[in-house]
């Protein structure tokens, strides 16, 4: 039971061409990365104009944790790429009543939510976008309708035969279940001065933006919204903070669920460069060259956090060493599975302190 399993799955059939190796992998990632940078320009571009796309763009290819998970060997860029091209398919839609874009928005957004169930707060901003269009004739049109049933069938079809897989298996990620209630039940974190700093001082301004890029996103909240169609951008914000408050648990504990909020973020900084360039480019130039060395220092700081310990080392050569490559291996080392991954063994990971006979000897041969 887990989100559609499509980059995996992706990853593996390329990997019986290539070999099994972690570049195959990454290399999917940093395309999703590329496609999410270009999807935010074609965005910026129709409402604000092309340097502050260019500036919008910039950032987000710069910025510290777009550049750790747009590389990283998880589904985070694909379905932020998958959320822009929604957005930006939409807006072409709507502007242009073309059946090809509604039919690549309601791709887009499905394949979003499939990747990550959180997306459906994109739902938000496609309402406001569809609001422009139509007004209060949104909710009488029936294409809307339609778009809405595309999108929610297929996250009730695959949600629904993934919640029957971890019944049927028991392996789960229990987010359709009482115990996923760690990421989206914690309401009583939402009292909790701590979450607030976390979320949106530690994650958004320190490990996102920088500190010098945060005073620049804060600046760019304030400035006036001459097109209405700005408003997108505020929409777009508030629905990711609306399902981080949502998610609190798992936004508090995992700084990759705030990485929505990059993509709105960078057009604020985007704006801020465009308007005020012509009025002090020294200032602006030092704060995005700020901008920069902070960005490269805190990608060292974080490409560190990955770097193995000596210990998963010693163990994942003892593994490789001492079990012939057939055998099924209990690591002893939780849920992470590092060590059964570097030793090339299937099997499983447990607290070893509390397992017990009739747990082990009901494990599958």
């Not at 909710?139 to 019944?167: E, K, M, N, P």
């Not at 704006?271 to 060259?289: E, H, I, Y």
């Amino acid at each position: 039971e887990m989100e559609l399993p499509i980059y995996p799955w992706t990853a593996s059939l390329i990997s019986e061409v290539s070999g099994v190796t972690e570049a195959v992998a990454r290399l999917l990632s940093v395309l999703g990365s590329l496609l999410t940078i270009w999807f935010l320009y074609l965005i910026v571009v129709r409402i604000l104009g092309r340097r502050t796309a260019a500036w919008a763009a910039f950032f987000y290819a710069i910025l510290p944790l777009s550049l750790f998970f747009g590389r990283a060997i998880m589904p985070e860029s694909w379905m932020l790429a998958a959320t822009a091209a929604a957005l930006y398919a939409f807006l072409r839609w709507t502007d242009e009543d073309s059946w090809l874009f509604f039919g690549l928005a309601a791709l887009a957004t499905a394949l979003a939510c499939l990747l990550k169930l959180t997306s459906l707060y994109i739902g938000l901003p496609l309402l406001w976008l569809a609001w422009q269009r139509w007004g209060r004739g949104t909710l009488i049109q029936w294409r809307i309708w339609l778009f809405g049933a595309l999108v929610i069938g297929s996250l009730a079809a695959w949600y629904g035969h993934a919640y029957q897989l971890g019944q049927e298996y028991g392996a789960s990620f229990h987010i359709l279940t009482a115990a996923g209630t760690d990421k989206w039940g914690t309401w009583d974190l939402l009292a909790s001065p701590d979450f607030y700093h976390q979320v949106f001082v530690g994650n958004l301004g320190g490990r996102m933006l920088t500190w010098a890029g945060f005073p620049v996103f804060l600046v760019g909240l304030f400035l006036p919204r001459p097109a209405p169609r700005e408003r997108l951008f505020d929409v777009w914000l508030l629905a990711v903070v609306i399902v981080l408050l949502l998610a609190s648990g798992g936004s508090y504990q995992h700084d990759y669920y705030s990485l929505p909020l990059l993509l709105p973020a960078v057009v604020f900084m985007g704006k801020v460069m465009d308007r005020g360039w012509q009025r002090g480019k020294v200032p602006l130039a030092v704060f995005a060259t700020l901008i920069v060395i902070l960005s490269g220092y805190r990608y060292w700081g974080t490409l560190a956090e990955e770097r193995l310990e000596s210990l998963d080392k010693e163990m994942a050569t003892v593994l490789a060493t001492e079990s012939p490559p057939g055998d099924l291996v209990i690591s002893c080392n939780g849920a992470d599975p590092t060590w059964l991954y570097l030793a090339d063994r299937r099997g499983w990971g447990r607290d070893c302190s509390t397992l017990g006979k009739n747990e082990l000897e009901a494990l599958p041969e």
